[in-house]
């Protein structure tokens, strides 16, 4: 599954960042294959909020969805 797809208040794993740019911007944040995070906010075709440890993220619907995704 992709990120967007995630639940509010799921903790799902990171599986793949196909696109190189996007993967290099999100290594930055800590975002990268095999890390934890939750969904914590999701808002209906507008950005997912993800929280890794003390840090929220929002992303863009379209980014979340070329994040490959696993329930954790």
Do not use: Y
Not at 16 to 30: K, L, N, Y
Not at 34 to 55: F, R, Y
Request: hydrophobic share 45%; charged share 25%.
């Amino acid at each position: 599954m992709t990120l967007d797809q995630a639940k509010r208040g799921q903790r799902v794993l990171i599986v793949a960042i196909p696109d190189e740019t996007v993967r290099s911007q999100a290594i930055r944040f800590g975002i990268m294959a095999g890390v934890e995070v939750e969904c914590a906010e999701k808002l209906p075709a507008g950005p997912i909020v993800i929280c890794k440890g003390k840090q929220e993220i929002a992303i863009g619907n379209r980014l979340a969805k070329s994040i490959e995704v696993e329930a954790a």
